[in-house]
């Protein structure tokens, strides 16, 4: 894992879980002074504004947002904290889609999907990616969701800004494994 990689999981621990870590702190939306992030970091390691840019601009999975004058940073989702990261409500495709590892599938099949420590459940519109997520926690299994279903019955969907679908539960009775 290089330096850059290592430096952009350290500051999604930041600013989605432990701001305190470096002694900053989010505002109720989640955005962070810049300056404090860089200075906070920059305190265990060299780093500075434009190692800060390279990131969120390579960042595969697009975790992170600047305003637009680059002052303040956060995280597009994802938080274990309470923040308002101000998602609008969408409607959702039809079919979503969920990675997960095969150990949990006993425990999703009896109470469905829940955000656990994060704010929300996280879904996708393709396999590739909903199973290269359930990959992260061994052997990959896919669950379909209803999500048409879910909005008909009045569950809120969100999309953050890279992409992810984010709803606040699935019960079992929307949920198929592919």
């Not at 637009?68 to 495709?93: C, F, M, W, Y």
């Not at 999703?108 to 996280?122: C, E, M, T, W």
């Not at 999309?159 to 679908?165: A, I, K, M």
Request: proline share 4%.
């Amino acid at each position: 894992m290089g330096h850059q990689e290592n430096v952009g999981k350290f500051i999604s621990f930041i600013l989605r879980h432990h701001p305190e870590s470096i002694g900053i702190e989010l505002d109720e939306h989640g955005w962070a002074c810049t300056e404090e992030l860089i200075a906070g970091i920059a305190e265990s390691r060299p780093f500075d504004m434009q190692m800060l840019e390279e990131i969120v601009r390579t960042d595969s999975k697009q975790r992170y947002s600047f305003n637009e004058d680059k002052t303040l940073i956060r995280a597009n989702q994802g938080h274990s904290i309470p923040v308002d990261v101000e998602l609008e409500q969408k409607t959702p495709p039809d079919v979503l889609l969920h990675g997960t590892g095969e150990k949990y599938v006993d425990s999703i099949d009896q109470i469905g999907l829940i955000p656990k420590s994060r704010l929300y459940v996280h879904l996708s519109k393709d396999y590739e990616t909903a199973k290269t997520v359930g990959g992260r926690h061994g052997k990959p299994v896919v669950y379909r969701v209803n999500a048409k279903q879910m909005a008909e019955d009045g569950y809120r969907f969100y999309l953050s800004v890279n992409g992810v679908w984010l709803t606040k539960k699935v019960p079992v009775r929307y949920l198929n494994i592919l």
